[in-house]
């Protein structure tokens, strides 16, 4: 009953914040001025088109994407459409928006969760290893060239590359700028901040009562490790659902746009360009469902990872 409550109680706020994000993200594309259509307009203007001509074209567009109905109207058949998965079609590309949407993801897939497996098992690696050692100058060095890829922007890095391959300084292999890159880019955009929160919370239970005791008995470095990990998951996972993944939704944007790659965050960048709602919808009501599930899985993992913990009273 209570994994059952944490469900239900998570899928209520889901639905609540999906209507509060849908809402807004309608009403700041549909009371505001449409850019594409006024960069139409002034083409046609400075063509020297008619008064008529101009007009027909602005009610042409309109019609083409239901914008010309009440708007109340607009925003019911939009807000059930978005509930039932019938999300239209692409204004842009005039595809179906929920297959777009869903093979955007998946490519975007292909590269964000390898680096998000490198950076979580690398960063808990080496925060771990830095509280166990901290006096030892792999440590040292490990630490800092950590926090220095982290500190680079990779969207500078990444817009190095793509100069030097334009200019044909360098070459541009497809799996070396679709995929390698990518990985790495995204994996140091987050490492830094997970190799803070395990070195963090590492310290933070190497001093603890078991972990004397265990090493009193004669536990190698390696048992004494597993056992620290072991209690100090949970903030470490909670980082993983929070901070790793906003910052992945960041880095979503930046490498896709930098290196051309077709998936979610050029998809959403270029519905935001061109005003597709449809996708824009879409894409966010995706965001939220996949934050709405993983925070269910992160409240039900606390009691797998420590039996000790009600999941039921959080």
Request: proline share 4%; aromatic share 12%; no cysteine.
């Amino acid at each position: 009953m209570r994994v059952l409550r944490v469900v239900a109680w998570r899928a209520l706020l889901g639905l609540f914040s999906a209507w509060t994000v849908l809402t807004a993200v309608f009403a700041l594309f549909t009371l505001t001025e449409d850019w594409v259509l006024e960069q139409q307009l002034a083409g046609l203007k400075w063509q020297g088109a008619e008064e008529r001509q101009i007009e027909r074209v602005s009610e042409q567009y309109l019609a083409a994407r239901g914008f010309d109905r009440p708007l109340w109207a607009q925003y019911v058949d939009w807000l059930g459409n978005m509930l039932t998965l019938e999300w239209g079609t692409s204004f842009r590309v005039g595809e179906p928006v929920f297959p777009l949407v869903v093979g955007a993801v998946a490519r975007t897939a292909t590269y964000v969760l390898p680096a998000l497996v490198v950076a979580v098992t690398v960063g808990v690696s080496l925060g771990l290893y830095v509280a166990l050692e901290p006096e030892s100058r792999l440590a040292e060095y490990s630490l800092g060239t950590a926090y220095t890829l982290f500190a680079i922007p990779n969207f500078w890095v990444g817009g190095l590359l793509v100069s030097l391959a334009g200019g044909g300084v360098i070459t541009r292999p497809p799996l070396l700028f679709g995929y390698v890159l990518p990985v790495l880019l995204t994996a140091t955009t987050v490492l830094g901040g997970v190799v803070s929160y395990a070195r963090a919370y590492s310290v933070e239970y190497a001093s603890a009562e078991f972990v004397r005791l265990v090493t009193a008995k004669g536990a190698s470095k390696r048992r004494v490790g597993a056992h620290i990990l072991r209690n100090a998951a949970i903030p470490i996972f909670s980082m993983v659902f929070t901070e790793v993944l906003a910052l992945l939704v960041l880095a979503v944007f930046v490498v896709e746009v930098l290196f051309g790659i077709e998936g979610f965050g050029l998809l959403l960048f270029r519905s935001v360009q061109e005003r597709d709602l449809p996708v824009l919808l879409g894409g966010t009501l995706l965001i939220i469902t996949a934050g709405v599930l993983g925070n269910v899985a992160q409240d039900l993992s606390y009691g797998v990872i420590d039996p000790r913990v009600d999941t039921g009273s959080r």
